[in-house]
């Protein structure tokens, strides 16, 4: 079987979209076979169509960034995180040895004091009760010990809410980081 230079691009683009949504894939997939479509009608060959394009798999990562972004952006949470981070990764995979000892150190500097301030909250909510329960005035001052495990909690709610908010302005970081990268690397690369 002989694939023509339309077939070979559009195979190298569906695999590299392969793990997407179907629809997402179905939805590039004919995008670009109507730009086929087009340039055929317009007198060009397939071979120069293609070239035209781009490199599939160039294509198929430059999608997948998107893809996890604009989730990312519609509906943030744990997995749409982890598809615009690796998305994004993925594009920018030159620059890999720059961003990821970064991405790595950040991550678990991030989670050690996730960590911390999670034992640090439960802490201070497991110690209330003991507090509360020693509300005798004769075993000495109840409120401060009420007023001690409120602060624990509270503080360490604080900071597994800073660690939150840090980790989402890497992720946003991240991604303005990609897209910069595309914008300034795509043109000396076509």
């Not at 000892?101 to 802490?123: H, Y």
């Not at 409120?143 to 660690?163: I, K, N, P």
């Not at 970081?173 to 595309?182: A, D, N, Q």
Request: glycine share 10%; charged share 15%.
């Amino acid at each position: 079987m002989n694939m023509t230079g339309r077939q070979i691009f559009l195979d190298r683009l569906r695999t590299g979209l392969r793990g997407l949504p179907s629809e997402v894939i179905e939805d590039t997939v004919a995008e670009y076979a109507a730009h086929f479509d087009a340039g055929l009608a317009a007198g060009h060959s397939e071979a120069d169509i293609a070239a035209s394009l781009g490199d599939p798999e160039r294509l198929a990562r430059e999608i997948r960034a998107e893809d996890g972004v604009r989730q990312w952006k519609s509906t943030p949470g744990p997995s749409a995180a982890i598809r615009a981070v690796f998305g994004i990764i993925g594009l920018v995979a030159v620059d890999i040895l720059i961003v990821l000892p970064f991405l790595l150190s950040g991550g678990a500097i991030i989670l050690g004091l996730f960590l911390v301030a999670f034992v640090v909250c439960l802490a201070g909510t497991l110690l209330l009760p003991l507090a509360v329960m020693s509300l005798s005035p004769v075993q000495g001052d109840w409120l401060q010990g009420v007023l001690m495990s409120l602060g624990l909690a509270s503080g360490g709610a604080a900071v597994a809410t800073l660690c939150v908010l840090v980790t989402v302005l890497t992720i946003n970081l991240l991604i303005r980081f990609g897209r910069t990268h595309y914008r300034v690397v795509a043109p000396a690369v076509s």
